[in-house]
């Protein structure tokens, strides 16, 4: 009985110590990004205007960037960051997905392999020398894959849903 009534009195105090040292010595600002950048969907797509999520997260977190600039996001992931950041910058309403898909026009492919890894979110499938294809369900739309093509197979078109 002893042991347990030690042990719960251990506890309780070093519940106290880390509510003290949390708020003597708030969270750093890394944190505050690392905590952003978990919230962002890691597609590394640029439609946001910066180089990728970490990037975005950033400039959250330094306030020079709104929550509203993620695409492949949507209203999930500017939903999160509000309650994250209920003080920040909201932007307007969240920026949606885009309603186009990249399709590669198989006829023309010469397996070159160049737009498989500017895809940041796997979505282009194919070998060396063989055809590729794209995963529209898995496609962000943000047009990535379509400038390292050599020979311009690659377009965005309109999401069809059926």
């Known amino acids: 009985m002893t042991a347990v009534m030690v042990g719960l009195a251990v ?26 950048n978990a ?5 590394q797509c640029a439609q946001c205007g910066f180089p ?9 977190a330094a306030g020079e960037a709104p929550l509203n600039l993620c695409p492949p996001g949507g209203k999930t992931t500017h939903e999160a960051l509000i309650r994250l950041l209920p003080d920040h910058d909201r932007g307007n ?10 399709f590669i026009d198989e006829s023309r492919c010469i397996g070159c392999y160049l737009c ?29 894959c379509v400038a390292p093509c050599p020979v311009d197979c690659i377009t965005l078109e ?4 059926r």
Not at 11 to 32: I, K, Q
Not at 39 to 43: E, I, K
Not at 52 to 60: K, S
């Open 93 to 102: 309403p969240p920026v949606e997905p885009s309603p186009v898909t990249a």
């Open 116 to 144: 498989i890894p500017a895809c940041p979110v796997d979505a282009i499938v194919g070998a060396k020398g063989f055809m590729h294809t794209v995963l529209t369900k898995e496609c962000t739309g943000c047009g990535l």
């Open 11 to 36: 506890a309780g105090l070093t519940g106290v110590l880390l509510a003290f040292a949390n708020w003597r010595w708030p969270a750093s600002e890394s944190d505050l990004i690392n905590g952003i």
């Open 158 to 161: 309109d999401v069809v849903i």
């Open 52 to 60: 990728g999520c970490l990037p975005y997260a950033r400039a959250i």
């Open 39 to 43: 919230l962002l969907p890691q597609t």
